[in-house]
């Protein structure tokens, strides 16, 4: 089992290296200033623990990679919703942070149908749909005798 210090250690070496991979990605296009420091206080990014470090590092990347920007990552995000056109609810998904935003649209284009980083392949998505039809028609069966007799009539 591999710890986040190892993985920090096999990727980046020290963990001042991952946090300036993380400051590299957290440009203006992706990052909303909610830092410790941004509001005055003296907590930063040295601050956070590795394993967050990491999965921060991950998610930048996968989204500068697939949209570039978090304008483009919420339209998405409405896209996949099929809300394009709320102004409202844009406004709200402004304040999310980019990972809550990923995980939003991750988990709607996953419901939508539509190919989504993280989304289930395509045998276990089988495995998982026929697994969801033998429950069902287990229970138009009756449970016992009793209630096959009821239901006939006698």
Request: aromatic share 6%.
């Amino acid at each position: 089992m591999s710890t986040p210090n190892s993985k920090v250690k096999s990727k980046f070496e020290t963990k001042e290296k991952l946090v300036a991979a993380v400051k590299a990605l957290a440009t203006d296009d992706l990052w909303v200033a909610r830092l410790n420091q941004d509001r005055g206080g003296s907590k930063g990014l040295d601050q956070v623990s590795s394993a967050k470090l990491l999965k921060l590092h991950a998610t930048f990347s996968a989204v500068k990679e697939k949209f570039g920007t978090r304008a483009k990552l919420i339209d998405a995000v409405l896209a996949a919703e099929g809300r394009t056109k709320d102004a409202g609810y844009r406004t709200r998904l402004e304040g999310y942070a980019v990972p809550r935003l990923y995980d939003l649209y991750t988990a709607k284009a996953k419901k939508s149908g539509a190919k989504a980083e993280g989304a289930l392949p395509k045998k276990a998505a089988a495995k998982k749909t026929a697994a969801a039809a033998k429950p069902a028609a287990a229970a138009k069966k009756p449970a016992t005798k009793k209630a096959a007799a009821k239901k006939s009539g006698g």
